[in-house]
């Protein structure tokens, strides 16, 4: 496919959990081989966008479409095989397992369905795959230890990590640097823009600046509706997004 056309639509988008319309007719368009963030103020609807995306949560109304088929109402694991994966806010990997334990779980995905049920050790696409996370998300020194010992960074790393296991083809992280120091935001937001080079990233993060530095496009929501959307600087200069979110009083989260 050719890059700059939509990898992901989202038409007319609604679900309601008891009295709360949660996500309110929003649509949008992400672009493929772009970085697009969602933000908006605590409670705005972000996440539920993402369950509802993912087929972690069925809409009320609307239609996913995702690399030109209608998905609406698609399992997560249905769609993972299609190439959309996405991470957690809060962070989701086996504490009990080591780090290359979980990415290996994570690339078994990439198996022929034919080779399901061979040992793990004739799993040569998983393992080759492996290798490839451990280098690319700087965890070889990290590999036999538990995910449960790991610091912080190193999870959201990880959990990162596990979500690209199967090579998606649209990639979406819900507040990957969410607790981080400083330094952890900085070592994620060069992994993310490496991430993006090859795959499209559909991100949701509470840090506007790392929002405005990173992303080619930007969707505002505001109680469960699509307030805005545009380049950083439309966005940024756009006095309903000015009023609702970035003014006087507002946090940025």
Do not use: W
């Given at each position: 496919?050719?890059?700059?056309?939509?990898?992901?639509?989202?038409?007319?988008?609604?679900?309601?959990?008891?009295?709360?319309?949660?996500?309110?007719?929003?649509?949008?368009?992400?672009?493929?081989?772009?970085?697009?963030?969602?933000?908006?103020?605590?409670?705005?609807?972000?996440?539920?966008?993402?369950?509802?995306?993912?087929?972690?949560?069925?809409?009320?109304?609307?239609?996913?479409?995702?690399?030109?088929?209608?998905?609406?109402?698609?399992?997560?694991?249905?769609?993972?095989?299609?190439?959309?994966?996405?991470?957690?806010?809060?962070?989701?990997?086996?504490?009990?397992?080591?780090?290359?334990?979980?990415?290996?779980?994570?690339?078994?995905?990439?198996?022929?369905?034919?080779?399901?049920?061979?040992?793990?050790?004739?799993?040569?696409?998983?393992?080759?795959?492996?290798?490839?996370?451990?280098?690319?998300?700087?965890?070889?020194?990290?590999?036999?230890?538990?995910?449960?010992?790991?610091?912080?960074?190193?999870?959201?790393?990880?959990?990162?990590?596990?979500?690209?296991?199967?090579?998606?083809?649209?990639?979406?992280?819900?507040?990957?640097?969410?607790?981080?120091?400083?330094?952890?935001?900085?070592?994620?937001?060069?992994?993310?823009?490496?991430?993006?080079?090859?795959?499209?990233?559909?991100?949701?993060?509470?840090?506007?600046?790392?929002?405005?530095?990173?992303?080619?496009?930007?969707?505002?929501?505001?109680?469960?509706?699509?307030?805005?959307?545009?380049?950083p600087a439309e966005v940024r200069g756009n006095p309903a997004v000015e009023a609702a979110y970035f003014g006087k009083g507002h946090a940025a989260?």
């Amino acid at each position: 496919m050719i890059a700059g056309v939509p990898i992901l639509e989202v038409r007319d988008l609604s679900v309601k959990f008891g009295a709360l319309l949660a996500v309110d007719d929003v649509s949008l368009s992400v672009r493929r081989g772009a970085i697009t963030s969602v933000i908006g103020p605590n409670g705005a609807g972000k996440s539920t966008l993402f369950n509802l995306v993912s087929g972690a949560v069925p809409p009320r109304s609307g239609k996913v479409l995702f690399d030109g088929h209608d998905v609406t109402g698609a399992r997560p694991e249905q769609l993972v095989r299609m190439g959309l994966s996405r991470s957690f806010q809060i962070t989701n990997v086996f504490p009990e397992l080591t780090v290359r334990e979980n990415l290996r779980l994570a690339a078994q995905v990439l198996e022929p369905r034919s080779r399901a049920f061979l040992p793990t050790s004739a799993s040569l696409v998983t393992q080759a795959r492996v290798e490839e996370l451990l280098r690319s998300f700087h965890l070889s020194d990290r590999e036999d230890e538990l995910a449960g010992v790991l610091s912080h960074g190193e999870q959201r790393r990880l959990e990162i990590a596990v979500a690209a296991a199967c090579r998606p083809k649209l990639l979406l992280l819900d507040e990957p640097t969410q607790g981080m120091s400083q330094s952890d935001t900085q070592d994620t937001a060069t992994l993310i823009r490496e991430i993006g080079k090859a795959v499209t990233i559909l991100l949701i993060e509470h840090d506007i600046d790392l929002v405005m530095e990173l992303s080619q496009h930007v969707v505002v929501l505001h109680q469960g509706k699509k307030l805005a959307e545009g380049t950083p600087a439309e966005v940024r200069g756009n006095p309903a997004v000015e009023a609702a979110y970035f003014g006087k009083g507002h946090a940025a989260n």
